[in-house]
């Protein structure tokens, strides 16, 4: 019977990116005792394998599968709508959730593109039963190839079956951002040269990083109680001593990672701090530099202007003298000239000690 999913959408602003199409299947196996002993040519035929051979594993890989695709595997392997539903959707948040028998895990791998200075994520869901594993991948990250030869080498480890998978899964995520981690650092390292040299363009890189680390540490962060909730019911679930082990080893690396980013996220901010304390500094170094270029300019009108009406005195008296009328007695005086210039000395000199008191020369 055909199910008829609820209709969901995705929360992410930014899309998907699209990609050229490729084949949904990208790798079809069943293994036993650590083994691979068939290649199904499709999902048909590795769900017939499986069910012939008891004790195998059946681990399928599917890339951007069409939505009858998983329904059909849904209905084969009998899993959840609700899981088979957020795998159509993408754009989830890390989790991991049990729906009977079956553990359904959501894993964000992430790449460090340095040109763009930009955290490129790509978005894995796998289903774990107690004999198959299924992996679909809506993105070229993570490289589950890497993990299925490793896995294949290792048939001590693989014969533990899909918890091992999904360990060895859990794993390649995981160190995959430890080159995330060196490229934030790398570009935190440089931010910090441009802040202190002065650039213009700092802020604006400020926040285009801190923006980055955000959503990485949205891909983090929730990795933790999912390993530590994944070693608590190991257990329970009659998980391998050493593989155990390996779990706990892959949680303290990620508490490592989410470690780095919180405080990439602090030193973003304080960096931040420091870039606006240096702007506002270098604005009241600016303002003060201003303010006394102004202070010295007035210094230099009053100067100008108390000479100027030190000047202005004597020229105003030797205007009036200058003018010939013949109805101005004084032209006729004896001590006529010697007065004017006495009034000009005395004008003058009344106006300088004035000036001098005020500090305008």
Not at 60 to 87: C, M, N, S, T, W
Not at 112 to 118: G, R
Not at 292 to 299: K, L, M, R, T, V
Request: aromatic letters at 8%; one cysteine or more; charged letters at 25%.
């Amino acid at each position: 019977m055909k199910r008829e999913l609820a209709p969901e959408h995705s929360m992410d602003p930014r899309g998907s990116v699209e990609e050229a199409p490729r084949p949904s299947v990208i790798d079809n196996a069943i293994y036993q005792d650590g083994l691979r002993v068939d290649t199904p040519a499709s999902l048909g035929d590795a769900i017939a394998a499986l069910r012939s051979r008891p004790g195998a594993m059946a681990w399928i890989g599917l890339y951007r599968p069409q939505e009858d695709e998983l329904i059909k595997v849904a209905d084969e392997f009998g899993l959840h709508e609700l899981a088979i539903e957020d795998a159509i959707v993408a754009h989830q948040r890390p989790k991991a959730d049990r729906y009977g028998g079956t553990l359904f895990v959501v894993l964000r791998a992430a790449q460090y593109l340095d040109q763009p200075e930009k955290v490129a994520f790509g978005e894995l869901h796998v289903f774990v039963g107690p004999d198959f594993v299924i992996t679909v991948r809506h993105s070229e990250a993570p490289d589950l190839a890497k993990v299925r030869r490793r896995m294949e080498a290792d048939p001590e480890l693989l014969r533990q079956g899909p918890q091992a998978v999904l360990y060895a899964i859990l794993d390649a995520v995981v160190d995959g951002y430890a080159p995330v981690v060196a490229g934030l650092q790398n570009d935190i390292d440089e931010i910090e040269v441009q802040v202190f040299g002065g650039d213009p363009a700092a802020p604006r890189r400020i926040y285009s990083l801190s923006r980055e680390v955000i959503e990485f540490q949205r891909a983090t962060t929730p990795l933790i109680a999912m390993l530590e909730g994944f070693d608590a019911n190991s257990p329970k679930y009659g998980a391998d001593e050493e593989l155990q082990r390996y779990l706990r080893d892959v949680a303290d690396h990620a508490i490592t990672v989410t470690e780095r980013v919180a405080g990439f996220r602090q030193m973003l901010q304080d960096i931040l701090i420091v870039n606006s304390t240096l702007v506002s500094q270098a604005q009241n170094e600016e303002m003060t530099k201003l303010t006394e270029a102004s202070i010295a300019q007035g210094d230099e009108v009053k100067k100008i202007s108390a000479w100027a009406a030190i000047l202005f005195a004597p020229t105003l008296v030797g205007t009036i003298y200058g003018m010939n009328f013949d109805h101005m007695p004084e032209l006729h005086w004896v001590l006529g000239y010697p007065l004017a210039i006495v009034l000009m000395g005395v004008v003058c000199a009344t106006l300088y000690i004035v000036f001098k008191r005020r500090d305008w020369l």
